[in-house]
């Protein structure tokens, strides 16, 4: 599967962004999708994942409460809905997929990878 973000920008500390993520080429369905971050000098890091049937959710800690990862099927889309947006919440911020209904936080654990899109947080 094919995966592309959109959605990122520049907001101030306490704002909101919505980010999408476009999935194309194969059976979306099949597929149990993540949201992933990485902020320049360190690993990239789990933030939430949605399961391919369920639609239940995982969050990491540092996000829970203020982010919402949700699906839509119909439309082969995935979207990650952020709130009360810290600076630390800066980063390039991807989309990850994964054939089947396992919801792993680690990057290895995902087959499929967007481009990323850039999330800037000003205080």
């Known amino acids: 599967v094919q995966l592309v973000e959109s959605g990122g920008g520049l907001v101030q500390a306490g704002g909101s962004l919505r980010l999408s993520c476009a999935a194309s080429g194969r059976i979306f369905n099949n597929y149990s999708m993540g949201w992933f971050r990485q902020a320049p000098g360190k690993e990239r890091e789990f933030v939430a994942a949605?399961?391919?049937?369920?639609?239940?959710?995982y969050y990491a800690d540092s996000v829970k409460g203020r982010f919402t990862i949700s699906r839509d099927n119909a439309k082969n889309m995935v979207y990650l809905q952020m709130n009360s947006l810290k600076p630390e919440d800066t980063a390039v911020y991807y989309c990850?997929?994964?054939?089947?209904?396992?919801?792993?936080?680690?990057?290895?654990?995902?087959?499929?990878w967007g481009q990323g899109t850039q999330v800037t947080v000003s205080s």
């Open positions: 949605i399961r391919r049937i369920s639609g239940s959710t």
């Open positions: 990850a997929g994964r054939v089947g209904s396992y919801i792993g936080t680690a990057a290895d654990d995902y087959e499929n």
